[in-house]
């Protein structure tokens, strides 16, 4: 005979609104071994709680149910409540009846007769409740960053300034990301460069951070406070330790390949450094651009060092790193807008994407900082063409978030350095950050020419005698209701922002869930929005959905101080829900230790038993419901406890 | 032929260097429209002349006479836009091009030729007061401008006698101007013929110095707006209204007669409340008087909705049910006033007329405050 | 009174259920026939919970996980995915209509496919009527 006692929340009205809360709570009273049922508006408030604690000492408690809302927002919260009144925490059973009850109906009495027989089933599975103990394992102190952009270096700089050890690594041949393509950022104008290459410096400079670039993370193994990672070191045919960043070989170099850094608008060397504030300031080859790996002859690049650094034959390589916690922080791709042939990227030369302009800002872009044009002449005329497959249904359903401000960016520049006519083309103006809106206004009254109608077409076929050597942009200007053709030199796309093109590998590498556009998922929006399902890895930037610098460096300290609640510790507590053998069943079969992916299950010889190693086992319950005996228990899932549930939830 | 809206921006640049700059703020949110008096009326729509502005495209000319500058929107606009200005600019760039609508001709024709929009001879501009009163010489407190309209408009002459009764016997000494008088102009600037303006404007700042006016008193509030924003000269401009209130006040005049439970209520004229910023002194007016009830309609004050005569709307030819003086009546109507107090002739005009076609005649009279005023003076 | 079939679901904590739970907080509306049965991995659901379901008397029985190569413990649902392929063929042989039984993979950001896939199966059931192969009567019970 068990002592349950069973309390429902009303959670404001979010619960009480469709279920019966008083019914449920008389409903549960009635059940077997229930001594007490209780309603209470808010029950993970401090008089919520006291009222459950209290309930434990005055009923003498050894059960406690909790209809609530789902087990995933407060199981935590109330096993704790329960564990200071001096129950074991895992003596508790949440009943999910907000969730997956009142939010996905809308009849009162579905929604009771819901909740009854959920509550049911937790009664019956309560009973076979058993207490258990939790494990404590040894923290690794140090914190892996992925991603060297403005997030991963945020984060990076803040751990260390924790005086934690911190791996950065970035698979690129420098760090800087996105943000250092860029002239100016938004709404202050201040200069990209001036703001980011410090902090680039800083993460050189500082002793704690270890800097890998052209570096991949390969294979993520262990669980949180003790992750091995395993991760590739791309052979960069420049040996680091000897170079001595003069750059000689990159002035000699024959090969060309394609400045990923200036969006192809341009040629680089074959031996290179993407721009040149690169950190680290030493070289790669690229090896599909380089004559010696093509032809097998040249090789003046490593006449030209007097370091002997360069290395030909170098090859991947790989290393191990253990670390307590993980920041992924590994950004967007820009979306590929040649398949909106609407817009004639690719078939006009006058028609760039976002990136693109923003290299031909930048003085250390393709054109020193000059607007010019493909063809070389300066445009007089510019349109800026917002939510280019964002907030489309057949392409990114979602707002891309900073589209807009950016545009407003390139339109005051463009207005600086061509004084040309520059149009907008917006479905609606998004300025929702601090002094975002008043750069709005600043922008209308430099005269920039806000069109409210999405471009329908870019075209450079017309009848109109006056539109010749023009490309024409078709858009229904919704504010006077008409159909509207703008004749422009150029034409800016700015396309929606997306998860990288390789985000879902990595989402499987750090075991993340992906929302349904790709973009890593938090663990609660709005309470976890830098935790994942996965304990000990965080999420910051734009890999989590479209982001502007200030929200990115936010989250990059904000995922900094969350790894550092993990790395601080000496030891953490482990769910106690793990697997055990009941050796008098095993038949020895090793089916368990074949199929565990952490190889927790192992074969003791000597007993001719499998005996499971807690520290490595998760408690996913694949050992159990794969062992033929039937010898194996899954703690807090065993078979009885979740056959006793099902039966309780049929009853009615 | 392509029915394409293009871009014309130097349209657009042309109608901001006439004036019209603050146009480029515009974001089009539309609380312009949603607040000009005409969008229940009619399919003018202020927002879509801006929009029209911004880029120089086709279809300003059809919008262009819609606004009576009543300013509503301009004080709601929440990006600062002076609408007016943009309208008169507007204005200015097509009359120009003679584009000027029929029934306005005769009123700018008038005004160039004669001097007043009425088509008045010129030395018959005071012939309303009969010799009775004096013109203004240097010394005298103050220089009554009478309104055009209060001159040669068989209504308003009323309004004018009235006033100048009241002055009569307020013991001050004033007087009005000589026949070489011209219209304040605000009408004709407000149609865009900008140089009309500065003609008339020229001609009478040389009367006011030549006769060393030093306070200029209007019964127009489209002359005060037009002597305090436009002019620049030195003289003081005060309103009847104003100096009414404070000759009541002083019991320098002594409004005595009772009327006997008279319901009155009060249309503020939008270049006298809006544009000028007057709303007390009126009402303190009506307060003052024994036996009146002063009964307030929904919109007033701020909020107040113009007759439709500003900006040329006074001239213009409106169709029944798109007259906002027709739904000002109404609204006065449904107050029980037996009597729609104003202190404007353009308001006169309009409303008087409304009252006509309306038949209403029997149920409420349009009145001046100088009207309401002189009648409950003694003797 | 309709028949209102009784579903007894069972999802993995990391994509159905939390998948379950964006349904609500999204307030997608769902017909109330499923109770759901939370485990860690759907490698964890044993056949036998599956026979047992229908002995209690569930008309349908729905199991949700991980996309086969999303599971949060790497492989726990391709182990699920041969399993409940079997015991879907027992049960048919068995003489249960296989259309009583679901496996549905459905991530943590599918609440609308979720709330789907319970509509649809709650239509199906109640074309198919009560399941009364397997039904055993509380009384006549045993513990498996």
Redesign the interface.
């Known amino acids: 005979m068990s002592r349950i006692g069973v309390f429902v929340c009303h959670c404001g009205l979010n619960i009480a609104k469709t279920v019966r809360v008083s019914e449920l709570a008389e409903f549960a009273g009635t059940l077997p071994d229930v001594v007490v049922a209780a309603d209470y508006k808010f029950m993970c408030s401090t008089p919520g709680q006291e009222l459950i604690q209290n309930d434990i000492k005055k009923y003498n408690l050894d059960r406690v149910i909790v209809a609530a809302c789902s087990p995933l927002m407060h199981e935590k919260t109330f096993r704790k409540v329960i564990a200071n009144a001096g129950l074991n925490q895992y003596l508790l059973s949440i009943v999910n009846v907000r969730e997956q009850d009142a939010w996905v109906t809308d009849s009162e009495d579905e929604a009771t007769a819901k909740a009854k027989a959920l509550i049911n089933g937790a009664v019956y599975r309560a009973r076979l409740l058993q207490p258990l103990t939790a494990r404590f394992i040894d923290v690794n102190s140090d914190v892996m960053v992925v991603g060297g952009g403005i997030t991963g270096i945020q984060a990076a700089l803040e751990l260390a300034e924790t005086g934690k050890k911190v791996y950065l690594v970035e698979r690129n041949s420098t760090i800087g990301g996105h943000m250092a393509q860029f002239d100016k950022t938004f709404p202050t104008l201040d200069c990209s460069a001036c703001i980011l290459t410090p902090k680039m410096d800083a993460v050189l400079q500082n002793p704690r951070i270890e800097l890998m670039t052209y570096c991949e993370v390969e294979e993520v193994k262990g669980f949180v406070g003790n992750f091995d990672v395993k991760i590739r070191q791309k052979a960069r045919y420049v040996d680091h330790s000897k170079c001595n960043a003069c750059l000689a070989c990159t002035e000699k170099c024959p090969g060309r390949g394609t400045s990923e850094w200036d969006e192809g608008l341009v040629k680089r060397k074959a031996i290179y450094i993407p721009f040149p504030q690169a950190v680290p300031q030493k070289p790669v080859i690229d090896r599909n651009a380089c004559t010696y790996f093509k032809k097998g002859k040249c090789r003046l690049c490593e006449k030209a060092c007097g370091q002997s650094a360069i290395a030909f034959d170098q090859e991947d390589t790989f290393r191990e790193i253990k670390v307590g916690a993980v920041i992924v922080a590994t950004g967007y791709d820009l979306m590929d807008t040649k398949p909106l042939v609407q817009y004639g990227y690719g078939k006009y030369p006058g028609v760039y994407h976002a990136l693109e302009i923003e290299r031909l800002f930048n003085s250390a872009g393709p054109t020193g900082g000059k607007v010019v044009m493909r063809d070389g002449r300066e445009p007089q005329s510019i349109a800026i063409l917002h939510c280019i497959g964002s907030r489309d249904k057949n392409h990114c359903e979602y707002c891309s978030r900073v589209c807009c401000m950016y545009s407003l960016k390139f339109a005051h520049l463009l207005k600086e350095k061509t004084h040309g006519d520059v149009y907008q083309l917006y479905i609606d103006m998004r300025a929702p950050g601090k002094g975002y809106e008043e750069f709005y206004n600043r922008l209308v009254e430099e005269d920039v020419k806000f069109i409210r109608g999405k471009a329908a077409r870019v075209t450079d076929k017309t009848d109109n005698p006056d539109f010749a050597g023009k490309l024409v942009v078709e858009v229904d200007d919704t504010l006077t209701g008409r159909f509207a053709t703008i004749p422009v030199d150029m034409v800016v796309l700015s396309p929606a922002m997306k998860p990288r093109t390789d985000a879902k590998e990595m989402a499987r590498l750090f075991n993340l869930s992906t929302d349904k556009y790709g973009f890593f998922m938090e663990k609660h929006p709005k309470l976890a929005p830098l935790s994942t399902m996965t304990e000990g890895v965080f999420i910051a930037g734009a890999c989590q959905g479209p982001k502007d610098i200030p929200d990115s460096v936010a989250q990059g300290t904000g995922a900094a101080a969350e790894a550092l609640t993990i790395v601080v510790k000496d030891r953490l507590e482990l769910e106690a829900a793990t697997a055990i053998v009941n050796p008098a069943s095993c038949c020895g079969c090793q089916s368990c230790v074949r199929v565990c992916p952490y190889g927790a299950p192992v074969f003791n010889r000597e007993k001719n038993v499998s005996e499971i190693n807690e520290a490595l086992c998760k408690g996913c319950g694949l050992c159990a419901a794969s062992c033929p005996a039937s010898a194996i228990f899954t703690r807090h899932f065993t078979n009885d406890q979740v056959m006793a549930e099902m039966e309780g939830l049929m009853e009615f | 032929m ?6 014309y ?1 130097e349209m657009s640049q042309a109608i901001a260097e006439a004036g019209g700059e603050a146009f ?5 949110c539309g609380t312009c429209t949603g607040t000009c008096p005409w969008s229940p009326v009619t399919e003018f729509s202020i ?2 002349l801006i ?2 502005s ?2 120089g ?1 086709d ?1 300003i000319e059809d919008l262009m006479w819609g606004c009576t500058t009543c300013k509503f929107c301009v004080d709601r606009c929440p ?1 600062g836009v002076e609408i007016i200005d943009l309208v008169k600019s507007i204005r200015n760039m097509y009359a120009g091009g003679g584009l000027l609508p029929t029934s306005l001709r005769s009123f700018v024709g008038s005004l160039a030729s004669r001097g007043n929009p009425w088509s008045g001879d010129v030395e018959k501009r005071n012939d309303w007061g009969k010799g009775k009163y004096p013109l203004f010489a240097e010394g005298m407190d103050y220089l009554y401008w009478t309104c055009c309209t209060v001159c040669y408009d068989p209504r308003n002459v009323l309004v004018a006698k009235a006033s100048a009764e009241i002055l009569n016997r307020s013991g001050l000494s004033w007087g009005l101007p000589g026949t070489d008088a011209q219209c304040c102009g605000e009408s004709v600037k407000k149609v865009g013929d900008f140089d009309l303006f500065e003609r008339i404007k020229g001609n009478n700042l040389g009367l006011f110095k030549a006769g060393g006016a030093r306070k200029i008193l209007t019964i127009s509030p489209h002359c005060l707006a037009t002597f305090k924003q436009e002019y620049g000269g030195d003289a003081e401009v005060v309103h009847f209204s104003e100096l009414l209130d404070d000759l009541i006040r002083s019991g320098k005049i002594q409004p005595k007669k009772d009327r006997g439970g008279l319901k009155v209520t009060y249309h503020d004229p939008c270049y006298l409340g809006r544009h000028s910023g007057i709303y007390d002194a009126p009402r303190d007016i009506l307060k003052a008087l024994p036996g009146v009830e002063l009964v307030e309609m929904d919109r007033i004050r701020e909020q107040s909705m113009c007759c439709g005569g500003g900006g040329g709307g006074l001239w213009m030819e409106r169709a029944k049910g798109e007259r906002l003086s027709d739904l000002r009546v109404e609204e006065a109507l449904a107050t029980g006033a037996t009597v729609l107090a104003t202190s404007c002739p353009y308001c006169i005009a309009m409303l008087e007329d409304s009252v006509r076609t309306l038949n209403a005649d029997d149920r409420i009279q349009v009145k001046d405050l100088t009207e309401l005023v002189y009648e409950s003076l003694e003797g | 009174m309709d028949f209102e079939p009784k579903i007894l679901g069972i999802a993995c904590n990391w994509c159905t259920y939390t998948g379950a739970d964006l349904a609500g907080t999204t307030r997608l509306k769902y017909p109330q026939n499923v109770r759901t049965v939370r485990v860690m991995c759907s490698s964890r659901i044993n056949p036998s919970f599956i026979i047992r379901a229908f002995q209690l008397g569930a008309d349908g029985v729905l199991v949700g996980g991980c996309h086969p190569g999303d599971c949060h413990y790497g492989t726990g649902n391709l182990y699920a995915r041969r399993k409940l392929a079997i015991t879907k063929k027992i049960l048919e042989f068995a003489g249960m209509d296989q259309k009583r039984f679901r496996v549905e993979w459905i991530s943590a950001s599918e609440g609308n496919k979720y709330a789907e896939i319970v509509e649809e199966f709650t239509r199906d059931l109640k074309a198919l009527g009560p399941q009364n192969t397997f039904r055993i009567e509380k009384d006549s019970r045993e513990r498996i």
């Open positions: 392509s029915t394409a809206l293009t871009p921006l480029r703020k515009c974001y089009q927002r879509k929009r029209l911004q880029f495209y279809g990006r």
